[in-house]
């Protein structure tokens, strides 16, 4: 899967947060998790939560 650079406004103290809970390194690291897990919401959604049957 290929990566594209994006800019993005978000609040630095929830940055910081996931940082400090989830234990990553860079800003990278603790929002890169989000758009994955959305997207696997929608595939689920899209599917009727049939992802991974058959």
Known sequence: ??????????????????????GVRTKTEAVDPAPCQMTAACVSHDLGGHVGVG
């Open 1 to 22: 899967m290929s990566r594209v650079r994006i800019n993005i406004e978000i609040e630095d103290l929830y940055v910081n947060v996931i940082m400090d809970r989830f």
